[in-house]
Nanobody
Framework: QVQLVESGGGSVQAGGSLRLSCAFS????????MGWFRQAPEKELEGVAT???????YYADSVKGRFTISRDVTKNTLDLQMSSLKPEDTAMYYC???????????????????WGQGTQVTVSS
């Protein structure tokens, strides 16, 4: 069974950068999807960036041009490069994956089967 562990979170000033990494173990996603979600206090879980093998790459409008999702096949990790960070990016960030294929963009939490424990990102003004 696939297990996911996030790392790289922390505190940074507005305008700064952070790189999150999600380590996969117990399996490799070869047909499904993988992505990043976040949840700010008092808000719903939000899709940040996702990558489906057959469906394509999705970015939330709020992060387009600032965040980049990528897959490192050699390390078996999923990364999220975040730049030009804003206070509104403050949230708990979760890595997620699904094993079965999806032929459209993945945007909803219910489309994913496996979840990491989360890593906190705090952006100060």
């Amino acid at each position: 069974q696939v297990q996911l562990v996030e790392s790289g979170g922390g505190s940074v000033q507005a305008g700064g950068s952070l790189r999150l990494s999600c380590a996969f173990s117990g399996g490799t996603i070869t047909r499904g999807c993988m992505g990043w979600f976040r949840q700010a206090p008092e808000k719903e879980l939000e899709g940040v960036a996702t990558l489906c093998i057959f469906g394509g790459t999705y970015y939330a409008d709020s992060v387009k041009g600032r965040f980049t999702i990528s897959r490192d096949v050699t390390k078996n990790t999923l990364d999220l490069q975040m730049s030009s960070l804003k206070p509104e990016d403050t949230a708990m960030y979760y890595c997620a994956a699904r094993a079965s294929p999806l032929y459209t963009l993945a945007t909803r939490p219910q489309e994913f089967n496996y979840w990491g424990q989360g890593t906190q990102v705090t952006v100060s003004s």
